[in-house]
């Protein structure tokens, strides 16, 4: 049976959703889920659980990321991106290198955000940008993100605009659209992303990541939970007890969640710490063929 860790460079014009079908498809199975949306305007690493796998997505979800992005400042839409309708418009071409500079500083570190109203945040039980596409007025809530790098790789001036693009190293929550927002806005000219490239969530980047056409290539559990998490050697005994649903004596404090392995190298739970032992967040059973 096949399972594990699909690491997929998701092309551009391709919903999150659109793979997930795909390789539903692909696999002959429906256990097949995502860790985090990428817009269909977005491009890049989108990793995607299959059968037991799917287990895993749920330790990855919080995961920081890395994103390649492109700004374009002197236009703010109503999608906070190129695809959304153009609602004001102002020249940038005069917002000087050492400006923009001034104006990211605010935008880094811990800071609070307000997610674009086209994210699909419920409200009132309602995706966010259904309310906003059937006209109505969407105000969410800041929430706190960190941004812990925000750098500008180069800045093109073309016209009444300025295009910089940008790599910003985020937690999990982050909207990239709105630091583009809310990065014109403290500019005056108004600001909206053209273009997005997921390259790593936690330890997984897109140099690993497959085509859509060779998403069955997959990660075993194994290698993707050893690349991520901290891991417990199993002796036979651990493992029985693990079966029957005990808990574990806890040793060397090791950072949460910790992924535990049987003698046989077979990924058997993922744990988290309780007083002196370690309990079962998730247990994987043995596949027999």
């Not at 153009?86 to 955000?113: C, F, N, R, W, Y």
């Not at 419920?122 to 800041?142: F, H, I, M, P, Q």
């Not at 060397?252 to 002196?276: C, I």
Request: proline letters at 2%; hydrophobic letters at 40%.
């Amino acid at each position: 049976m096949l399972q594990g860790l699909a690491l997929i460079d998701k092309p551009e014009g391709h919903t999150s959703h659109d793979v997930v079908a795909r390789v539903r498809r692909m696999a002959n199975t429906r256990r097949v889920g995502h860790a985090g949306t990428l817009d269909p305007m977005a491009t890049g690493l989108l990793i995607l659980g299959i059968e037991q796998a799917t287990k895993l997505l749920t330790f990855l979800v919080g995961e920081d990321k890395t994103y390649e992005a492109t700004i374009r400042l002197g236009a703010s839409t109503v999608t906070d991106d190129r695809e959304g309708e153009v609602i004001s418009s102002a020249d940038a071409s005069h917002v000087a290198d050492e400006e923009i500079a001034e104006a990211i500083k605010p935008l880094t570190g811990e800071i609070m955000q307000v997610p674009s109203s086209v994210s699909a945040i419920k409200v009132d039980g309602e995706r966010a940008y259904a309310l906003v596409r059937g006209g109505d007025e969407v105000k969410l809530s800041a929430r706190s993100v960190t941004i812990s790098r925000f750098d500008v790789l180069a800045i093109r001036r073309e016209g009444s605009f300025v295009d910089l693009d940008v790599v910003i190293d985020c937690s999990s929550g982050t909207y990239i659209r709105a630091l583009a927002r809310d990065l014109g806005a403290a500019l005056g000219v108004g600001g909206h992303l053209i273009a997005l490239r997921r390259t790593r969530i936690g330890s997984y980047r897109l140099e690993d990541a497959k085509t859509l056409e060779d998403a069955l290539e997959v990660t075993s559990m194994e290698v993707a939970a050893r690349s991520q998490f901290a891991c417990l050697e199993l002796d036979e005994q651990q493992a029985l007890d693990l079966i029957h649903g005990k808990r574990l004596k806890a040793g060397d404090k090791l950072s949460e969640p910790v992924a535990a392995f049987a003698p046989s190298g077979r990924l058997m739970a993922m744990l988290t710490r309780s007083g002196s032992q370690y309990k079962s967040l998730v247990v994987f059973p043995e596949v027999t063929k």
